[in-house]
């Protein structure tokens, strides 16, 4: 299955949810919520202003962006930029190892 993510250049939710009713043996429903619940609790964590930390893959944190002058780049005109909130993600180590091999 996760040759499938490899050839797309991207692993889905769906394709999560196919693992975990292919290595559990859970039903295909219960496998889908599994993975909606996963992701609910990490996007509510994050939208509370909480980081959250993944053992050996990374940490998801929530930056505040001051407001700043931006430019319409076809015409040059400034335009404001509105403070906002941003997600980032840092890679733990042992995740960098992996991926440099």
């Not at 039903?27 to 053992?55: C, N, Q, T, W």
């Amino acid at each position: 299955m996760l040759g499938d993510a490899e050839t797309s250049g991207a692993l889905t939710k769906a394709q999560l949810a196919d693992l975990l009713f292919d290595q559990l043996g859970v039903s295909k429903r219960e496998a889908k919520d599994m993975v909606d619940a996963y992701f609910d609790l990490i996007s509510g964590s994050l939208v509370r202003g909480e980081e959250v930390k993944l053992s050996g893959f990374g940490n998801f944190q929530i930056r505040s962006k001051a407001p700043r002058p931006g430019r319409n780049p076809r015409t040059g005109e400034l335009i404001p930029i509105d403070a906002r909130r941003v997600v980032t993600f840092h890679a733990s180590s042992k995740l960098k190892e992996q991926i440099q091999g």
